[in-house]
C-alpha cells in the first residue's frame, strides 16, 4: 500500500502495488499491477482507474535500469515519485485555470469603469445629443413658466414681464435706452452747493 502525498488539504490518495514475482526475477521484471483501495474516498486530481497505464509506463524505464538486482523499493519510490508529479501538474492547472477566470472576471468588472473613449467622432455625436436636450429641457422650462403665468394672471390683463435671466437668455438685456432730458441735468455748481451734515 502506497501513500502519494499532496499539497493541498485533502485526503491523499492511496494506491495499492500488486507486485508478482516471475521465478526469473529479479533476472525479469516482476508483474506489476495497480489497484485502488476497497471504499477509498475519490481524490479530484487523481484516479487510479485513469492514471493507472501512464504510472505503470512511468516504470517501465525504471525496471530496464534495475534488471537483475532487487527493485521494489525504487518501484514503490518511483511510483509514489511519478503520481506526486501527475497531481501536482493537475493542481498546477486548476490554479492557473482559477487564476484566469479571476482576471477574466477582473477585466470584466473593469470594464464597467472604461466608457466609449473619447474621439472627434464621439465627441460630436455626444454634443449634437446634449445640444438637443437642452434644448427640449429650455422649451419645456419656458413652457412650464408661461402656464404658471397664465394661471397666475387669470382674469387679469395678461401682461408678461420678463425676469433678468430670461431678459439676458433672450439677448434683450442692456439694449434698453433711457432717454434724459436736458432739464433733469444738474450743474456742477448746484452740485458743490450741496453740503451733508452728519
Given amino acids: 500500500m502506497l501513500e502519494v502525498t499532496n499539497g493541498d488539504n485533502t485526503e491523499p490518495p492511496t494506491i495499492l502495488l500488486q507486485v508478482k514475482y516471475p521465478e526469473a526475477y529479479p533476472e525479469q521484471a516482476p508483474i506489476l499491477e495497480l489497484l485502488a483501495p476497497p471504499n477509498a474516498p475519490a481524490h479530484p486530481f487523481f484516479s487510479i482507474a485513469s492514471d493507472r497505464q501512464e504510472l505503470l509506463d512511468g ?7 534495475n534488471l537483475g538486482m532487487a527493485m521494489i523499493f525504487t518501484l514503490v519510490s518511483t511510483l509514489k515519485e511519478n503520481a506526486e508529479q501527475l497531481i ?4 498546477e492547472q ?7 477566470m479571476i482576471l ?30 437642452m434644448e427640449e429641457a429650455q422649451l419645456r422650462e419656458e413652457e412650464a413658466e408661461e402656464a404658471a403665468e397664465k394661471k397666475k394672471n387669470r382674469g387679469k390683463e395678461t401682461v ?3 425676469t433678468g435671466k430670461q431678459l439676458w437668455e433672450r439677448g434683450m ?3 434698453i435706452e433711457e432717454d434724459y432730458d436736458d432739464d433733469d441735468e444738474v450743474s456742477i455748481q448746484e452740485v458743490e452747493k450741496l453740503t451733508v451734515n452728519a
Fill in 173 to 175: 438685456a442692456g439694449k
Fill in 104 to 133: 477574466e472576471a477582473e477585466r470584466e468588472e473593469n470594464k464597467k469603469f472604461h466608457g466609449t473613449p473619447v474621439t472627434p467622432e464621439t465627441f460630436l455625436k455626444w454634443r449634437a445629443t446634449f445640444k438637443k436636450e
Fill in 59 to 65: 516504470l517501465m524505464e525504471t525496471i530496464d535500469d
Fill in 88 to 91: 501536482a501538474a493537475r493542481q
Fill in 94 to 100: 486548476t490554479q492557473q485555470e482559477r487564476e484566469q
Fill in 160 to 162: 408678461i414681464q420678463l
